[in-house]
């Protein structure tokens, strides 16, 4: 029998909101190129207004992860969503992949994107996530240039596998890296038979069955007692959104399937549980210490082994 202790306080979530247009997901590179975002109507302002109303008529503060492209062009926004009590943080400019820039352009990237999006809503950003969850084995690196670039922690992978990101060896939970000193809070992911399933978002979500989904994050929460992170995009609840031509049929069912559900199911979701922004969850003072992990460059590993030891945060 499972008694619930009286006292308990359900865990709190962390809700995060990747802010970029549906014409630069990873999805679609081989069909949009960069030097033509310019030509498609922007979609992302209304839709971010969309998931602000969304949050505002359920009481949900959260995480944005925001594209300096978007920042640049959308300054009102921008400001908005600091005036709602939401976390402003930083998804970096160009929404590249990290493996595909040298470490000064991602250095430039980062740092750029944080001061523009400091100046524009006069709050401080800590956090930031990687486009494509792209830190692996192979971008360490770049946990040393968020640190140098004044960033309190990232939330840039996916401890799973999947063909376009993923570090399935990684922690599930937050940790610090231990050579290069940055906080990591991953993607959650729910661990059954052996192996780690998603359970914070992105395609899975529209993908799998709500109830699935909640039975997942609710085995998290009270298993383990662990906050989850979740994360989803704008265009994620823009059905009309452009239909872009000439993308392969695994990338144009990951895009588009059940894009009409997403907003519904995201207002069951934050009934069902409590959410709050990443600073609010896993930075306020005295929270618990996180483990220090060894992640291994060029080879996915960071075992249990790898813990020395523990150090607060705060
Ligand atoms: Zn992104």
């Known amino acids: 029998m499972n008694l619930k202790s009286p006292q308990s306080s359900p865990v709190i979530n962390a809700m995060t909101v990747d802010v970029e247009d549906y014409f630069q997901v990873a999805a679609f590179e081989d069909c949009i190129h960069r030097q033509d975002w310019g030509h498609w109507p922007v979609r992302v302002e209304a839709n971010t207004r969309r998931v602000l109303e969304l949050f505002e008529g359920h009481d949900v503060h959260a995480t944005f992860f925001i594209l300096g492209w978007v ?21 970096g400019f160009g929404h590249e992949r990290i493996t595909t820039l040298s470490r000064a352009a991602f250095s430039e990237g980062v740092v750029r994107t944080k001061h523009m999006l400091e100046d524009l809503t006069g709050t401080a950003v800590r956090g930031y996530r990687a486009p494509s969850y792209s830190v692996g084995p192979t971008t360490l690196w770049a946990y040393e240039a968020l640190r140098e670039a004044g960033y309190d922690y990232s939330s ?6 999947h063909d376009l990101y993923g570090m399935p060896e990684a922690p599930r939970f937050a940790f610090f890296t231990k050579h290069e000193g940055m906080l990591e809070i ?3 992911t729910m661990r059954m038979w052996n ?8 395609g899975y979500f529209r993908l799998l069955p709500y109830a699935l989904f909640r039975r997942g994050l609710r085995r998290v929460n009270r298993r383990e007692s662990r906050s989850g992170v979740f994360y989803f995009h704008p265009w994620e609840v823009d059905p009309d959104q452009p239909r872009v031509p000439g ?13 009409a559900r997403t907003a519904p199911r995201i207002e069951q979701l934050v009934r ?3 959410f709050d922004r990443m ?9 618990a210490d996180y483990p220090v992990v060894t ?4 080879a996915p590993t960071a075992h249990q082994g790898g813990i020395s030891h523990a150090r607060p945060f705060g």
Not at 295 to 298: A, K, N, S, T, V
């Open 71 to 91: 920042a640049e062009r959308f300054p009102a926004l921008m400001r908005e969503i600091a005036a709602a009590g939401h976390e402003v943080a930083s998804h």
């Open 279 to 287: 600073d609010k969850v896993f930075l306020a003072p005295g929270h």
């Open 247 to 259: 993308v392969t049929t695994k990338n144009r069912v990951r895009h588009y399937l059940n894009l």
């Open 295 to 298: 992640l291994q460059p060029d």
């Open 186 to 188: 991953p993607v959650t």
């Open 272 to 274: 069902d549980f409590r």
């Open 156 to 161: 840039s992978i996916v401890p799973i596998r």
């Open 195 to 202: 192996r780690n399933w998603p359970c914070g978002g992105g």
